[in-house]
Nanobody, 126 residues
Framework: QLQLVESGGGLVQPGGALRLSCAASGYNAKYYGIGWFRQAPGQEREGPLC????????ACADSVKGRFTISRDSTKNTADLFMNRLKPEDTAVYYCAAVGDYRVVGGFIETHPFYWGQGTQVTVSS
């Protein structure tokens, strides 16, 4: 069983930047990849937006590539999502998840989430 806790959400103006952090704890946490997903009001959960494996290989979906990046601190079992040039349509609850192996297909990332965090709200508005 893993526990994941997101932090760093908040209100940001369009064009601004935000860093979200995901802290994973529990048995074998360091062996899982971490993926970031989001769910906007009235929409289905989207993602993963970005994912980083236990060995540090990372990818972001085409929908956010160039604006979002992901990094991982394996010593702390944390994974950060760096979001730049934010748009109002980025407004959503952002979730991190412990995931398995991933692959990139047609600009999308495919993986299987095993454990979820509780989410953190990101609002992009002036």
């Amino acid at each position: 069983q893993l526990q994941l806790v997101e932090s760093g959400g908040g209100l940001v103006q369009p064009g601004g930047a935000l860093r979200l952090s995901c802290a994973a704890s529990g048995y074998n946490a360091k062996y899982y990849g971490i993926g970031w997903f989001r769910q906007a009001p009235g929409q289905e959960r989207e993602g993963p937006l970005c994912v980083i494996s236990s060995d540090g290989s990372a990818a972001c979906a085409d929908s956010v590539k160039g604006r979002f990046t992901i990094s991982r601190d394996s010593t702390k079992n944390t994974a950060d999502l760096f979001m730049n040039r934010l748009k109002p349509e980025d407004t959503a609850v952002y979730y991190c998840a412990a995931v398995g192996d991933y692959r990139v297909v047609g600009g999308f990332i495919e993986t299987h989430p095993f454990y979820w965090g509780q989410g953190t709200q990101v609002t992009v508005s002036s």
